[in-house]
């Protein structure tokens, strides 16, 4: 089976680095995804990791350890726009069905 | 504009109609996904879509809820009898495999 956790929520101070982690257990790899959803948007594609290791966009970066089934977002300088719901997802079994996490509500404070 | 596209963006239906929804995927993406997501909650995996075969339906999903993808193109969501339990955001996705892409969402109201 699958199951991706990560923690319900965060807060943060603006300017500040802020660390996402998931871990997920699924019975085949193939993947995982981390999108940012601002509340009543759909989510949005930040990053696509495969192979174990950080893989840096601007201020986003993800992190992947496939040995641990573990993943990290961090984003760098904060901005209050930043405050939303991050969501960790893994392809499943065979790499067909796409599974999230409940998603890591993150708030930015001045 | 070439991303996801769903239709109608926004419904209000009352107990016990049908309803469907659209989805136009990104052109070259073999994969369509639904999702239902209640507020404080990641998207529910609901079906996917490989070309024009259903690969995946969840458990979770009654036999009150279809959906086709008739051509390997777009595809159509239904609710039969709507229940007031069924109000949700409805999001489709599509995928080549090594990124996914949502639409707008479709956001039921069941009075």
């Known amino acids: 089976g699958q199951n991706i956790d990560q923690p319900t929520e965060m807060t943060a101070t603006e300017g500040a680095i802020v660390q996402i982690n998931c871990t997920y257990q699924?019975?085949?790899?193939?993947?995982l995804f981390w999108y940012q959803q601002h509340a009543g948007e759909a989510p949005t594609f930040l990053s696509y990791n495969v192979l174990d290791g950080l893989e840096e966009k601007g201020r986003f970066s993800s992190f992947l350890s496939r040995s641990k089934g573990y993943s990290y977002l961090l984003l760098k300088e904060l901005q209050m726009k930043d405050s939303a719901s991050y969501l960790c997802a893994t392809f499943g079994n065979q790499g067909g069905k796409l599974i999230f996490g409940q998603g890591t509500e993150l708030s930015v404070k001045p | 504009d070439t991303g996801v596209s769903q239709d109608p963006r926004h419904k209000i239906t009352k107990r016990g109609q049908n309803v469907t929804f659209r989805c136009d995927p990104i052109?070259?993406?073999?994969?369509l996904y639904w999702y239902r997501q209640t507020l404080g909650q990641g998207p529910e995996f609901l079906t996917y879509?490989?070309?024009?075969?259903?690969?995946?339906k969840s458990r979770l999903l009654s036999d009150r809820f279809s959906a086709e993808r008739p051509k390997g193109s777009f595809s159509t969501l239904e609710i039969q009898r709507t229940e007031q339990g069924d109000s949700a955001m409805y999001l489709c996705?599509?995928?080549?495999?090594?990124?996914?892409?949502f639409g707008q969402g479709t956001r039921l109201t069941v009075v």
């Open positions: 052109s070259e993406h073999n994969r």
């Open positions: 996705a599509s995928t080549s495999g090594t990124a996914a892409f």
């Open positions: 879509f490989q070309n024009e075969a259903q690969l995946e």
């Open positions: 699924t019975s085949g790899f193939n993947g």
